[in-house]
């Protein structure tokens, strides 16, 4: 048997930044850009827009892969679970599907090719969001139930044209759910450092109190949702003031907390650095930031690290691309991970 105090705990960390629109969340996680970090940055709707808050150097450290998932083609999913399970794959960049068959029919398509497994810890992968994703995962469940004949929750078989009105019942929530514990399971033994950006939930506990968490899926899936992260981080308005927690204590209505009791609420200017330096900040009183205060001091050149020179950051894009290559089909790989994918997924071409 192994004693605890030969063991080493994976310095990789994974962080769930979870609120309302509009309150900063997509802002804080791009901030690792700003210390010195390689963001890989999966945008699965048009919040990456923000991105363009960073300065220049900044930007040169981030590399961007679309996943534009809608109901008419919900890709989402089944490429989350493909980059999820860390093996080599290639994503074409019309459909944002994993080895597409219909790009690879076409010469001049474009590819982006994804290997989380070869990532060093230099690198953040950040998925945004996975409330999208979670959608995905049910409009992949209710297709599959349409091909499959099967009744919607309201006893009524539909065809494909009919989508649209299928009402959910236990069997999609199923399908649903288990996609996701696949993905969140993933996300929870992976080696990469990961941020998973999501909207909210309110449920009510056990003990009849009603508290705040990331919303993926449904909002009794939700309530185990905080589990495969090591890190919560709650982002509100409130006072006009942003906040940013990450500490268990910060509100009893609000499921936030960190495996290493690393607090950023007490930041002067949030950062999500504590997270991947282990260092613990010391608690002072400035507490709580005016939002515009904030939100500028995310983009000014004074809070970026030494490290983050201009000469830095083209070293740090080089790695990254070398790892990213942007190929044609004669030179892709074939994409693996079949055992994470679902095999019959509503847009196989
Ligand atoms: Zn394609």
Same mark, same amino acid.
């Given at each position: 048997m192994t004693k605890l105090s030969n063991t080493v705990d994976s310095e990789a960390q994974h962080i769930c930044? !979870?609120? @309302?629109p509009y309150t900063g969340k997509s802002t804080l996680a791009m901030t690792p850009a700003t210390f010195g970090k390689l963001l890989l940055w999966f +945008? !699965?709707? =048009?919040? *990456?827009?923000?991105? =363009? $808050? #960073?300065?220049? *150097?900044?930007? @040169? #450290?981030v590399d961007l892969v679309r996943i534009p998932d809608t109901k008419d083609n919900p890709v989402g999913i089944q490429t989350a679970l493909k980059v999820i399970s860390g093996a080599a794959i290639t994503i074409c960049e019309d459909h944002a599907a994993v080895d597409c068959a219909v790009c690879k029919r076409v010469d001049s398509s474009l590819w982006t090719s994804v290997n989380l497994n070869a990532l060093s810890l230099n690198t953040v992968v950040v998925f945004d969001h996975i409330t999208q994703i979670a959608d995905s995962a049910m409009q992949y469940a209710i297709e599959r139930s349409i091909r499959n004949h099967e009744k919607d929750a309201t006893g009524v078989v539909l065809d494909m044209k009919e %989508? &649209?009105?299928f009402k959910p019942g236990h069997g999609q929530y199923m399908m649903q759910g288990f996609l996701m514990t696949k993905f969140l399971t993933n996300v929870q033994q992976s080696n990469n450092h990961i941020i998973c950006i999501a909207h909210v939930a309110e449920v009510e506990q @056990? &003990?009849? %109190? $009603? $508290? #705040?968490?990331? #919303?993926?899926?449904s909002v009794p899936y939700s309530r185990n949702s905080p589990k495969y992260f090591d890190h919560l981080v709650c982002c509100e308005v409130?006072? %006009?003031?942003? =906040?940013?927690? +990450? &500490?268990t204590t910060y509100s009893a209505s609000i499921v936030s907390g960190s495996r290493r009791d690393i607090s950023i609420e007490h930041k002067g200017k949030p950062t999500l650095e504590p997270f991947f330096s282990g260092s613990i900040p010391k608690i002072s009183n400035t507490g709580v930031v005016e939002a515009k205060k904030v939100l500028t001091s995310l983009v000014t050149p004074a809070i970026v690290s030494p490290v983050a020179s201009v000469n830095d950051a083209t070293k740090k894009r080089s790695e990254l691309l070398a790892r990213l290559n942007k190929t044609t089909p004669t030179t892709t790989t074939s994409a693996t991970s079949a055992n994470t994918q679902p095999t019959q997924g509503p847009n196989t071409p």
């Open positions: 930044i !979870f609120g @309302e +945008s !699965f709707d =048009r919040g *990456h827009t923000v991105l =363009r $808050k #960073l300065a220049p *150097h900044q930007q @040169e #450290l %989508k &649209d009105y @056990e &003990d009849g %109190k $009603k $508290k #705040l968490v990331p #919303l993926i899926g409130t006072n %006009k003031e942003h =906040r940013f927690a +990450s &500490d």
